[in-house]
T-cell receptor, first 115, second 114 residues
Framework: AQTVTQSQPEMSVQEAETVTLSCTYD???????LFWYKQPPSRQMILVIR????KQQNATENRFSVNFQKAAKSFSLKISDSQLGDAAMYFC????????????WGAGTKLIIKP | DGGITQSPKYLFRKEGQNVTLSCEQN?????MYWYRQDPGQGLRLIYY???????QKGDIAEGYSVSREKKESFPLTVTSAQKNPTAFYLC?????????????FGPGTRLTVL
């Protein structure tokens, strides 16, 4: 069975600095999808970025980018120019191509932005 | 505006009572999901439905029931058989076809058992 691990329960960064959140996963599959979701204090889950495993190019969405290392089964999220609005819980999630659309979730990392 | 709505935002239940959480979407998505979130944990899948009148159990279905009579609606009933129902419940939906079916979430319902 696949598992997702986020080893950092909490991270803090100074406003305008860059921070990287870690995510590792375990799978025997060769094709799958990976996601980063953000959950602000409002608790609504918001998609940040997604990556298809067959794509070698790392996904980027404005200030958010990923470092996808397929061989190492690592999927870290880099947030550049951190803003106060980035403060949230960040969850990494995995989905198999062949699954019944089920997502497997990490436990989350709480990101604190220091003004 | 397209999106997912959940109601109520807060729900209080006495022990022994069944309660139903509402989830509605107007995204024309085929698939819908219910997750439970406990403090310090990731989301856990309760039930999911890929099509009307069909649904499957997720990892923690015991003590819960669902129905999918309409494409846009997927209510979750928390029964008295659920031993520890106090939690935050999130509903999501996605397209059932296509390659990377991103799940979009509603704002959630906080259930507290008194």
């Amino acid at each position: 069975a696949q598992t997702v691990t986020q080893s950092q329960p909490e991270m803090s960064v100074q406003e305008a600095e860059t921070v990287t959140l870690s995510c590792t996963y375990d799978t025997s599959e060769s094709d799958y999808y990976l996601f980063w979701y953000k959950q602000p204090p409002s608790r609504q889950m918001i998609l940040v970025i997604r990556q298809e495993a067959y794509k070698q190019q790392n996904a980027t969405e404005n200030r958010f980018s990923v470092n996808f290392q397929k061989a190492a089964k690592s999927f870290s999220l880099k947030i550049s120019d951190s803003q106060l609005g980035d403060a949230a819980m960040y969850f990494c999630a995995y989905r198999s191509v062949d699954s019944n659309y089920q997502l497997i979730w990490g436990a989350g990392t709480k990101l604190i932005i220091k003004p | 505006d397209g999106g997912i709505t959940q109601s109520p935002k807060y729900l209080f239940r006495k022990e022994g009572q069944n309660v139903t959480l509402s989830c509605e979407q107007n995204l024309n998505h085929d698939a819908m999901y219910w997750y439970r979130q406990d403090p310090g944990q990731g989301l856990r899948l309760i039930y999911y439905s890929q099509i009307v009148n069909d649904f499957q159990k997720g990892d923690i279905a015991e003590g819960y029931s669902v129905s999918r009579e309409k494409k846009e609606s997927f209510p979750l009933t928390v029964t008295s058989a659920q031993k520890n129902p106090t939690a935050f419940y999130l509903c999501a939906s996605s397209r059932a076809s296509g390659s990377i079916d991103t799940q979009y979430f509603g704002p959630g319902t906080r259930l507290t058992v008194l």
